[in-house]
């Protein structure tokens, strides 16, 4: 576990976090906001991949995708406009699992939280303590967003999922680190 947060730690270290000015200059997996997917994956594989979230409308979509290949994720959650041909990327998180140990996520979190804020000096920080998820009363959701001038975000969740979640959905507890862009922001608020 020591040696997975040294890994996300220099992750962050070696981007070029603190001249950055634009959210787009933030990679996971080598993947930026504003990007085509097209440059990643084939229309195919994103069809393949596309999710079944039930959100709120069809404004947006999400594709996941797991690889071995990855260096620091174990999985990538990516949203797109629904009718984009271009599959231009407005949201992209990077995913670790902690089967049954979630106490593990928040360390984790508290830990990437503290270097970001310690890189970021100028951007607005909220934390959001345990809340209910929308998917599950019975499933939490701790969050911490960093925004930048433009609005667009970094966020750090863990997500602690009911057994009922877990069983039905073979949804598994997890850290995610998102980079996103204003308006996908807003439109899932």
């Known amino acids: 576990m020591k040696r997975l947060l040294l890994i996300l730690i220099l992750t962050f270290s070696y981007q070029s976090w603190t001249i950055a000015e634009d959210i787009k200059d933030f990679q996971i997996e080598g993947i930026s906001l504003g990007d085509s997917l097209l440059d990643y994956y084939t229309e195919e594989e994103i069809i393949d991949n596309k999710s079944n979230y039930p959100y709120k409308d069809k404004t947006f979509y999400s594709v996941s995708f797991r690889s071995k290949k990855f260096k620091t994720y174990e999985a990538l959650q990516i949203h797109l406009k ?62 911490t967003y960093f925004f930048f001038k433009t609005n667009d975000y970094i966020k750090i969740q863990c997500y602690d999922w009911s057994e009922k979640l877990t069983k039905e959905k073979n949804w598994i507890d997890n850290l995610r680190i998102v980079i996103g862009f204003e308006e996908f922001y807003k439109w899932k608020r």
């Not at 995913?95 to 310690?118: A, G, P, T, V």
């Not at 920080?125 to 019975?138: G, I, V, W």
């Open 82 to 143: 629904t009718n984009d041909k271009k599959y231009i990327i407005y949201a992209l998180g990077g995913i670790i699992f902690f089967e049954k140990k979630i106490n593990d996520c928040y360390k984790k979190k508290k830990n990437i939280s503290s270097e970001l804020s310690s890189i970021f000096k100028n951007v607005s920080k909220e934390e959001h303590q345990k809340q209910k998820s929308s998917y599950d009363a019975s499933s939490t959701i701790e969050s």
